[in-house]
């Protein structure tokens, strides 16, 4: 159990694609399960003991921000492998399925060896955790043992995540392949009571760690066994499902070419019971409009990874139009396809490929309905995918994402002072020198750190309360 902390400072809070609130002065109080017992937005530095009386919190510890520093909710990273983590800035000259033959799978075989597994995942988890990822859908590797290496790992560090052990049974090169649809379901089930055994679940909340079945794409499963998986997921709905779709036009294709039952890549996994309301869809970047419709329908969610969709020339998804259908959307780092592990550049890429998005539909005439297509995405809306849409598509939007009486305190201490060596990141204005901050000067401070941030400006990072890494963080 946890002391109860109480935060005084400045909070930035994601509301919805369009809004976000930043209030210099805010009153928030985590309970000792880790879940935030109440905020009050505004409240001047000489009413605080009045507020906190009627609280019930008499002579409360409180921690007080200093100038420079906020509160936000922390990043989820809706899809990455952290078996690649050690291939991460090679490869960029190859396309998705010769990367996957030539740099992707031999690396993730090493990952048998399970003293290398234990090596490479804590190094990729404190990674991870430093650069302010509090939720992380993780891909392991095919290896049973390793994978729950990795589960071990995320849960003794606190992280919160999903975590899968992937199924692949076709396509894949000899060393690097499942013998059977048997053998992969049978390693499933005792990966996931693996999982389920290390975090007990309380009336309130969701376990930290939970297993999620990972498909790894269409082509690397054969139809017994994703018709297997998803029998598995329709039996457990609780059970998150996540996948890669429509990367690459040469993946599309080839896999028209084995599912020829199916009307196209999203139908695939209709058809075998694996498109549903917590399902992850990593790329998305070449979906017929048809598949627009049925992802929505399904209310599937889509990891929007483009770092990845740059680095191995993929394309760009058209993710504005994805939010003017009312899909659901998060941000994923995909490493190593993409090259940083960080949300951060997640953030940055999105804008540079909304903006580019923008250049094309340039020409084109916007339909009155569009509010998103072919438009950049605005700080509101960057921030939204990086926390709160991230949550939506890993379908816990209810207890993470955003700050609200009953949620998770999965937060991030952020600091742009001097001491972090990254305070240059404020150009030519004043570094902060006044405790009543403005809003406005508080809006700035995210901007340039979803923009300019490292880090080195991720002062601690908290998941269910509990301070679990960050720059001043020391285990
Ligand atoms: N980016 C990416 N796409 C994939 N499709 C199937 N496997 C992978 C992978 O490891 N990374
Ligand atoms: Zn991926």
């Given amino acids: 159990m946890l002391t109860a902390t109480i935060f005084y400072g400045a909070v930035i809070n994601p509301l919805s694609l369009t809004c976000y609130s930043a209030f210099p002065r805010c009153l928030l109080a985590v309970d000792g399960t880790g879940n935030i017992e109440w905020i009050v937005n505004d409240v001047e530095p000489h009413a605080l003991q009045d507020v906190l009386a009627a609280k019930g919190h008499v002579d ?22 952290a078996p690649q983590v050690p291939n991460m800035g090679t490869g960029g000259q190859y396309q998705l399925l010769d990367w ?11 990952f048998s060896d399970l003293d290398f597994a234990q090596k490479a995942y804590k190094s990729v ?4 955790i430093n650069t302010g990822t509090t939720t992380c859908c993780y891909y392991g590797t095919l ?25 692949m ?44 079945l990972t498909p790894r794409f269409a082509i690397s499963c054969t139809d017994e066994l994703l018709a297997s998986l998803g029998a598995l997921a329709s039996s457990d709905p609780t059970l998150r499902i996540q996948t890669h779709i429509s990367e690459n036009p040469s993946e599309v294709a080839y896999t028209r070419e084995l599912f020829p039952a199916a009307p196209h890549y999203a139908g695939v996994y209709d058809m075998f019971g694996l498109l549903k309301q917590n399902t992850v869809l990593a790329h998305a970047v070449h979906l017929t409009e048809d598949e627009v419709n049925l992802i929505k329908e399904r209310n599937a969610g889509i990891s929007h990874c483009p ?18 259908k009312g899909i ?26 909304s903006k580019v998005c923008a250049f094309h539909g340039r020409d084109s005439e916007p339909s009155s309905k569009s509010v998103f297509a072919s438009k950049p995405l605005q700080i509101s809306a960057l921030l939204y995918l990086a926390t709160l849409g991230g949550a939506a598509v890993c379908d816990l939007e209810r207890q993470i994402g955003s700050f609200s009486p009953g949620k998770s305190f999965d937060a991030l201490l952020v600091s742009v002072r001097e001491e972090t060596g990254n305070s240059g990141i404020w150009g030519l204005t004043e570094p902060p020198t006044t405790t009543l901050t403005p809003d406005k000067e508080l809006e700035g ?24 890494g960050g720059r001043t963080f020391h285990s």
Avoid at 100 to 110: D, G
Avoid at 125 to 128: E, S, Y
Avoid at 144 to 164: C, M, N, P, W, Y
Avoid at 176 to 193: G, K, L, M, R, V
Wanted: aromatic share 10%; charged share 20%.
């Fill in 60 to 81: 409360a510890e409180v921690l007080a921000l200093k100038d420079g520093e906020y509160i936000m909710p922390g990043f989820i990273d809706t899809h990455t492998h």
């Fill in 100 to 110: 996957l033959h030539n740099i992707t799978f031999p690396m993730e075989a090493k």
């Fill in 125 to 128: 988890v404190r990674r991870l």
């Fill in 143 to 167: 290896h049973l043992e390793s994978t729950k290496v990795l589960a071990d790992i995320v849960h003794a560090f606190g992280q919160r995540a999903f975590v899968g052990k992937c199924n």
């Fill in 169 to 212: 049974n076709r396509d894949s090169p000899p060393y690097y392949i499942e013998p059977s649809p048997e053998s992969s379901i049978t390693a499933t089930h005792d990966f996931i009571n693996y999982v389920r055994a290390l975090s007990p679940s309380t009336s309130k909340q969701e376990p930290l760690v939970q297993p999620i």
């Fill in 307 to 324: 770092t990845s969709n740059f680095n191995l020339s993929s394309g760009i998804a058209p993710i504005g139009h994805y939010l003017d």
């Fill in 328 to 353: 659901k959307v998060g941000l994923g780092t995909d490493v190593s396809g993409g090259f940083s592990t960080s949300m951060l550049n997640a953030v940055q890429n999105a804008s540079v490929a």
């Fill in 445 to 468: 401070w995210l901007e340039r750190f979803l923009f300019c941030g490292d880090d080195r400006n991720i002062e601690r990072v908290y998941v269910q309360g509990r301070f679990i």
